[in-house]
């Protein structure tokens, strides 16, 4: 079967909802263990119980990322008990709207502790189970908003522009170990926050303003959780084993085609 996980083991971030929910069931779906290392109890119990019907492979495993400690404490225990990580895919984040001058300090603060430090974390924690085995995958979700300028995303371009440099500092550093580092950069992904972002302020016209930043891909919608997915499993699979130090837009043409 092509892009089987069979007999891996992977952590999914942030796999309680969104593109990492997705990215767990499909890892699953493929045949992999899947550690749902998220910090929302009740998020991740639903997507283990989405696992779990379908006859997969899975557990909890409750952590905040932005605690090294704690990330470490989870990354022992998951090692403890399935011998080894194949994978880990970093998916937990936040979010934030505004430009620089009304970003505050504990705005600021809390987007770096979840979407830059709980990287670090993440990765610091499986560099040592990774190299004793001569082999492993990290993909971490990075954003358009790394590469190319998005209005009222300072301190969210700001976390991500640094998920996307460090990814390349790991592909370099370990190449040798035998172990792959990508990232991904998506556009604008129809999940849970996109529908609370509209609700929240554009109450009554969430059709229209969902519509208009829909629009903002040229492709004429936004992502579905789904397709980061298949990426994310493409990436993980032994089938992009040449695959390394590299990141992966998937935004419906808004990179190249916005001019």
């Given at each position: ?76 225990a998951i090692v403890n008990e399935f011998g080894r990580v194949d994978i880990l895919v970093n998916c937990a984040g936040v979010a934030h709207i505004g430009k620089l001058e009304n970003t505050t ?16 974390n993440a990765m610091q924690a499986v560099i040592t189970s990774m190299k004793n085995q001569k082999n492993g995958v990290i993909v971490n979700l990075a ?117």
């Amino acid at each position: 079967m092509l892009f089987s996980l069979e007999n891996k083991v992977s952590i999914i971030t942030g796999a309680g909802s969104g593109i990492g929910k997705a990215i767990a069931e499909v890892f699953a779906k493929q045949g992999s263990t899947v550690c749902i290392v998220e910090l929302n109890k009740i998020a991740a119990e639903g997507t283990l119980n989405n696992i779990l019907s379908k006859k997969g492979k899975a557990k909890v495993y409750s952590c905040n990322v932005s605690n090294q400690a704690e990330v470490k404490q989870t990354v022992d225990a998951i090692v403890n008990e399935f011998g080894r990580v194949d994978i880990l895919v970093n998916c937990a984040g936040v979010a934030h709207i505004g430009k620089l001058e009304n970003t505050t300090e504990a705005d600021f603060d809390r987007l770096f502790n979840v979407n830059v430090k709980g990287v670090y974390n993440a990765m610091q924690a499986v560099i040592t189970s990774m190299k004793n085995q001569k082999n492993g995958v990290i993909v971490n979700l990075a954003s358009v908003a790394a590469i190319v300028s998005v209005a009222d995303r300072f301190a969210y371009s700001m976390t991500k522009g640094a998920v996307y440099t460090m990814t390349l500092s790991v592909a370099k550093d370990y190449v040798k170990e035998g172990i792959r580092c990508n990232s991904i950069s998506p556009g604008r992904v129809h999940t849970p926050f996109v529908d609370g972002f509209l609700k929240a302020n554009y109450p009554g016209k969430e059709a229209e303003m969902f519509e208009k930043l829909s629009q903002t891909q040229p492709i004429g919608r936004m992502a579905k959780p789904l397709e980061i997915a298949h990426l994310a499993l493409y990436l993980c699979s032994d089938e992009a084993s040449f695959i390394t130090g590299t990141d992966y837009p998937i935004d419906g043409g808004f990179l190249k085609l916005n001019t």
